[in-house]
């Protein structure tokens, strides 16, 4: 049999071997039922956490892009950098860096770690009970007075805190589990 006859035949016969493996089962779970809603951050927390240093809303205009110099954060106080979560989030996108200098390194520790909202064994049960998706700002005040335009708005930032209990199988061991979250608003954390 000739060579390339012979490598033809091969390479038909393992797409037919992979063709009755079975295939790997994909699952999709609905998870917009079952969260826990509360906005602010927990009571007696000194230094909220925050995604970056942000400049003070001092004044502005109808018409004025919303947030128009994201870019613009303000400089730090002594310690205030460390409740920056900027840091750790930065590095998740290093997949979607080509140029190897110019990813992010993750720092050391665990941010808010400390923090009662984010440990397992914490009592949610009296947080409002949500089924996402959830638009918390629609629930008011609406604002009719300060920087934040002529005609009033809905307040839209600020610290938000959410929580489900994820029951995974022991079976699911060694298995690669995705959680894919839709429509987050700005500098989410999860």
């Known amino acids: ?4 006859t012979w490598r033809r035949h091969a390479a038909g016969l393992a797409l037919a071997l992979l063709a009755a493996l079975p295939a790997a089962a ?3 779970i609905d998870l917009a039922t079952g969260w826990r809603f509360h906005r602010g951050d927990p009571p007696g927390t000194t230094a909220p956490l925050m995604y970056d240093l ?10 004025k892009v919303a947030d128009a110099r994201p870019d613009e954060a303000v400089k730090a106080t002594a310690g205030a950098q460390d409740r920056v979560l900027k840091p750790w989030i930065l590095p998740s ?8 200098a110019r990813r992010h390194r993750r720092p050391e520790g665990h ?10 064994g914490f009592d949610d049960s009296r947080w409002q009970a949500v089924t ?6 629609i629930a008011g005040p609406f604002l009719e007075t300060g920087p934040y335009g002529g005609m009033g708005r809905l307040q839209t930032w600020g610290p938000v805190w959410y929580r489900r209990a994820l029951d995974i199988p ?11 979250v839709d429509g987050a608003m700005s500098y989410a954390t999860v």
């Open 1 to 4: 049999m000739p060579c390339t």
């Open 26 to 28: 994909r699952e999709r």
């Open 54 to 63: 942000r400049p003070e809303v001092t004044a502005s205009a109808d018409g």
């Open 93 to 100: 996108a290093n997949p979607f860096i080509r140029d190897p």
């Open 111 to 120: 941010p808010g770690s400390e923090v009662e909202f984010v440990r397992p």
């Open 132 to 137: 996402l998706p959830h638009d918390w700002a």
């Open 170 to 180: 022991a079976s699911d061991r060694g298995r690669s589990l995705f959680l894919d």
